[in-house]
């Protein structure tokens, strides 16, 4: 473990020790500090947030931002003045330099999120550090020591289920860790979610994992495959991530593979903005992060009521601030003090929930496939702003695509369908009809967009 890391777990412990006032306290300075920075460094903000305090320790001070925002003004938000758009999308779109340091400094990861809009972001070292230091206080929460022991005693065994072949942030983090070396590219193995079920189920097998850590969708469908005795592993921990789950969900975890699940809700904007505790609420990383419920005229929603989005502060990642970021869930905070006893907000989260597309086999049997297997192809796509993917019959797949400014659409369109097209070959799936939609992305009545809608 770095020093810094180090001294950052030393500070989480102790923040978490003293209580909600430290907490508060860490939070507000850290937020005036990296305002600070940005109006600083990023001609974006310096403008945004022109005729404000010259220091700002109250988020409901500073105007709203959103992804749609941020990419149209990328070069004057980063505050690295080398940086630009070009540069970092022509680095996105080389999968040889998945790993490497843009720049000689920073992680380029890619997301279309639950928008289906392509976002190019940026990550430091000091969010990086900050997100292995909160990433190794919950594992050890949730291990406690004696599961800790337990999983070193089996050789410490990760299993991480990830998108492959693009600038994901697992894949991009794993492949940075594997290029520099250390402890920890020793213990992790990443297994894609592209890899089909049966064969990930055997490559699982072997490997015995005493940690799995994956896609949510990815995990309920191994733990379909645990049911029925072709997976055969005894994790200590499962730890799904990047969808909303359910008590039952989580609880079906638990019992298919007979291990605690330690659940997280975050984003690649903010990966350690919170994680799960035993009564099922989300504890908020407050002295890293503010999480504002708010209703659809940005206004505040009362604890115990689920808000029409969230606002998210990054506190950490300086080259490329998320401030009052609209992050589009709805979350509801809890009124009182959470019965685990841990001090951080809790919150629970409606949104995010992934959407399993199930098609027939055509040996009387089906096949399941998450939907972070069709999103990351679109993001691997160049030339695609927006995608929507539904599936309007058991054999039928309607695409909506929105191309970016300049793409050919009809390029952009064959790209795409080679690509889900190989995807559904490696499945087996060679029926599947793949149609080509006229109209664009379609909003859900709430406003928001999902980027894979199954079969009603």
Not at 125 to 133: F, L
Not at 152 to 177: C, E, I, N
Not at 189 to 217: C, D, Q
Not at 241 to 248: D, I, Q, R, S, V
Request: with cysteine; net charge positive; aromatic share 8%.
């Amino acid at each position: 473990m770095s020093d810094s890391t180090s001294r950052l777990g030393r500070d989480i412990r102790r923040a978490r020790a003293q209580g909600p006032s430290a907490l508060a306290r860490r939070q507000k300075d850290r937020l005036a500090d990296i305002v600070a920075h940005a109006r600083a460094t990023s001609p974006y903000y310096r403008e945004l947030y022109r005729g404000l305090p010259e220091r700002v320790a109250d988020p409901a001070l500073l105007p709203v931002t959103d992804k749609k925002k941020l990419m149209a003004s990328f070069d004057d938000w980063v505050s690295d003045r080398e940086i630009t758009y070009e540069k970092v999308s022509a680095f996105a779109d080389d999968p040889e330099l998945i790993g490497h340091r843009f720049l000689g400094k920073y992680m380029v990861a890619t997301t279309s999120g639950t928008s289906g809009r392509r976002g190019l972001f940026l990550l430091d070292d000091g969010y990086m550090a900050v997100t292995s230091a909160l990433t190794s206080r919950a594992l050890t929460t949730w291990l406690g020591p004696t599961g800790v022991l337990r999983a070193t005693a089996r050789g410490g065994r990760f299993a991480q289920l990830v998108a492959t072949g693009g600038h994901y942030a697992g894949f991009a983090g794993y492949s940075r860790m594997i290029r520099e070396g250390g402890w920890r590219a020793k213990l992790i193995r990443t297994f894609s979610v592209h890899t089909p079920m049966a064969e990930l189920v055997a490559r699982l097998n072997a490997y015995r994992p005493a940690v799995i850590i994956g896609y949510a969708s990815t995990i309920m469908l191994l733990a379909a495959e645990q049911e029925a005795g072709r997976l055969r592993i005894d994790p200590l921990l499962v730890e799904p991530a990047g969808e909303t789950m359910t008590t039952g969900d989580t609880d079906r975890i638990a019992a298919a593979f007979g291990a605690r699940v330690g659940t997280v809700y975050g984003a690649t904007e903010c990966a350690y903005l919170s994680y799960g505790c035993t009564e099922g609420w989300y504890h908020v990383n407050s002295d890293w992060a503010v999480v504002e419920p708010v209703d659809a005229e940005y206004r505040p929603t009362p604890p115990g009521e689920f808000s029409h989005t969230v606002l998210v502060s990054n506190l950490a990642n300086r080259v490329q601030p998320f401030l009052r970021y609209d992050l589009g869930d709805g979350v509801l905070v809890r009124p009182e003090p959470c019965p685990c006893g841990n001090p951080l907000p809790a919150v629970r989260v409606q949104g995010r929930a992934g959407d399993v597309l199930t098609f027939p086999d055509g040996r009387g049997g089906n096949v399941s496939l998450a939907p972070l297997a069709f999103g990351t192809i679109f993001d691997r796509t160049p030339g695609v702003e927006m995608f929507q993917i539904e599936q309007t019959a058991r054999t039928t797949l309607r695409v909506r695509l929105l191309p970016a400014a300049g793409a050919d659409p009809d390029r952009v369109w064959e790209a795409a369908r080679r690509e889900l097209s190989r995807l559904l070959a490696d499945n087996h799936l060679g029926g599947i009809t793949i149609e080509r939609a006229e109209e664009p992305p379609r909003q859900a009545p709430g406003g928001k967009y999902r980027t894979v809608i199954p079969l009603a």
